[in-house]
């Protein structure tokens, strides 16, 4: 089982590629399936979830999105947690934090194993959903592997980036403490700027 971000789709296409060289199928959510099937419409080059690989897990409830009732009608590869319960040696199970009441149904074998592929928990709500992952597969004895590759840099490492290519300009974005970070690369003459809402930056 993995759990991804939904909206992750390099990391969907890996896990599709994984699943396909271990013989097995990935099984997507109804969510992803919908996504997948709109953007390869929109010419986006990523697997098909009508693919021989692909499985799309549904799951019990008792009303239907307009969207997974379109999956429904375009997709026949649907299955379910029962299915996935008699099927775990061939499947790789796209397994979010709101689908984890499905592990009633799947009941993992003991062999089975969780790989978190996403950032650690940064914000209280962030860290709510993590408590409540590892009680579930506490419950089940399966265990957490956190494999994330960040695209964040620490502070020092953007400072040695910043010094050894020594920009005119420097604009500090992507950043909870804009301020702060100026201060702190202040001694380096590269023009630190905080950019303003509704103000545009000249970049020559």
Request: hydrophobic share 40%; charged share 25%.
């Amino acid at each position: 089982m993995v759990g991804c971000a939904s909206a992750d789709l390099d990391r969907l296409q890996t896990l599709f590629e994984v699943a396909k060289l271990n013989d097995r199928k990935i099984a997507i959510t109804m969510k992803q399936a919908f996504m997948i099937d709109s953007l390869r419409k929109a010419g986006l080059p990523i697997f098909d979830p009508l693919d021989k690989n692909v499985c799309i897990f549904q799951r019990e409830k008792k009303g239907l999105y307009e969207y997974e009732k379109e999956i429904e009608k375009k997709c026949s590869n649907r299955i379910t947690s029962q299915d996935v319960n008699g099927d775990q040696a061939h499947l790789l199970l796209i397994l979010g934090f709101y689908e984890f009441n499905e592990l009633v149904g799947v009941q993992p074998k003991a062999d089975s194993v969780y790989i978190l592929s996403q950032s650690e928990p940064f914000n209280e709500e962030m860290e709510l959903q993590f408590a409540k992952l590892k009680r579930w597969l506490s419950l089940y004895g399966i265990p957490l592997y956190q494999v994330h590759s960040s695209g964040h840099a620490k502070s020092q490492e953007l400072r040695r980036f910043i010094a050894n290519v020594r920009p005119k300009k420097t604009i500090l974005i992507h950043t909870e403490e804009p301020e702060l970070y100026k201060t702190y690369i202040s001694d380096l003459n590269v023009n630190p700027i905080i950019p303003i809402q509704g103000r545009s930056i000249a970049l020559v």
